[in-house]
T-cell receptor, first 116, second 114 residues
Framework: GAGVSQSPSNKVTEKGKDVELRCDPI?????LYWYRQRLGQGLEFLIY????????KSGLPSDRFSAERTGESVSTLTIQRTQQEDSAVYLC??????????????FGPGTRLLVL | AQSVAQPEDQVNVAEGNPLTVKCTYS??????LFWYVQYPNRGLQFLLK??????LVKGSYGFEAEFNKSQTSFHLKKPSALVSDSALYFC????????????FGSGTKLNVKP
């Protein structure tokens, strides 16, 4: 089956504009994660969705960042009033939740965001 | 607090030589441990994981990792490096008592020279 997909693959925007990034998880995966990866750096956790539970938003860097997910399907990450320091690759991952082989995260290719 | 440490930003090794990429972790409970690889301009790919059982875990592309509970380590190894192994490697831990976040290390760039 298809893996995790993200769109757009690249996004160039002007400082102050809003952007919306999309993630389509693997069908049936109840857990969905957003990460940010600045150039040459590690992964920075942003937000986690698990089924219908309240999302874990503890990694969102500011109130300009928000994310939504409807049920166990598509998620959107929105960045309002973008700043140059928001430039990064935004990675989405999904997984099942359980024991044994179900914990592996599968990553999408990422959205490369450049704020001018 | 949960954390993962990869003490080396970069590892250089000659093709054909063994390689080790180090990872240590700190979690309150028993961990699930993972290694991921990221090739240039591509997303992260799962390499291997430790859930339970044998401390030596074998994964994709000939990689293996050894879980050492006393040293809280999960070093990635390969007996004979290939130039094509050159990539960015991330160690990650998931707390069994908290099925929420994965905690990722900062990554280690592996350079394999011909």
């Amino acid at each position: 089956g298809a893996g995790v997909s993200q769109s757009p693959s690249n996004k160039v925007t002007e400082k102050g504009k809003d952007v919306e990034l999309r993630c389509d998880p693997i069908s049936g995966h109840t857990a969905l994660y957003w990460y940010r990866q600045r150039l040459g750096q590690g992964l920075e956790f942003l937000i986690y969705f698990q089924g219908n539970s309240a999302p874990d938003k503890s990694g969102l860097p500011s109130d300009r960042f928000s994310a939504e997910r409807t049920g166990e399907s598509v998620s959107t990450l929105t960045i309002q009033r973008t700043q140059q320091e928001d430039s990064a690759v935004y990675l989405c991952a999904s997984s099942l939740v359980g024991t044994g082989t179900k914990e592996t995260q599968y990553f999408g290719p990422g959205t490369r965001l450049l704020v001018l | 607090a949960q954390s993962v440490a990869q003490p080396e930003d970069q590892v250089n090794v000659a093709e054909g030589n063994p390689l080790t990429v180090k990872c240590t972790y700190s979690v309150s409970g028993n961990p699930y441990l993972f290694w991921y690889v990221q090739y240039p301009n591509r997303g992260l790919q799962f390499l291997l994981k430790y859930i339970t059982g044998d401390n030596l875990v074998k994964g994709s592309y000939g990689f293996e990792a050894e879980f050492n509970k006393s040293q809280t380590s999960f070093h990635l190894k390969k007996p004979s490096a290939l130039v094509s192994d050159s990539a960015l490697y991330f160690c990650a831990v998931r707390d069994r008592d908290n099925f929420n976040k994965f905690y990722f290390g900062s990554g280690t760039k592996l350079n394999v020279k011909p």
